[in-house]
């Protein structure tokens, strides 16, 4: 069974720096190109960050570009999202997804573009 566990959020002060993890279980990562998306309370699910199966290509948000860098270790079967910079708006729940294809695509940002699902992280940055 195909599953994605994220885990690393938490509290941190603006500023600062978080490293989420995306481990994978019950398949290989190597064909798949995994995505980060987060979701503050009241908003819509939004791309953060792209990554292909290779590695090789990311893509990004504007709202995160310089802040944040996705990277993979397929060997680890996982994939990381460090997060530095931190603002009060990065504040929301981070989810990692697979698809199963090795580029990320021009749809890398929306929802529909993958079809499986972590549970999520919680990222809260205050004050």
């Known amino acids: 069974q195909l599953q994605l566990v994220e885990s690393g959020g938490g509290l941190v002060q603006p500023g600062g720096s978080l490293r989420l993890s995306c481990a994978a279980s019950?398949?290989?990562?190597?064909?798949?190109?995994i995505g980060w998306f987060r979701q503050a309370p009241g908003k819509e699910r939004e791309g953060v960050s792209c990554v292909s199966s290779s590695g090789f290509s990311t893509n990004y948000a504007d709202s995160v570009k310089g802040r944040f860098t996705i990277s993979r270790d397929n060997a680890k079967n996982t994939v990381y999202l460090q997060m530095n910079s931190l603002k009060p708006e990065d504040t929301a729940v981070y989810y990692c997804?697979?698809?199963?294809?090795?580029?990320?695509?021009?749809?890398?940002?929306?929802?529909?573009?993958?079809?499986?699902w972590g549970q999520g992280t919680q990222v809260t940055v205050f004050s």
């Open positions: 997804a697979a698809v199963r294809r090795p580029s990320c695509g021009n749809t890398w940002s929306l929802r529909r573009s993958f079809g499986s």
């Open positions: 019950g398949f290989t990562l190597d064909y798949y190109a």
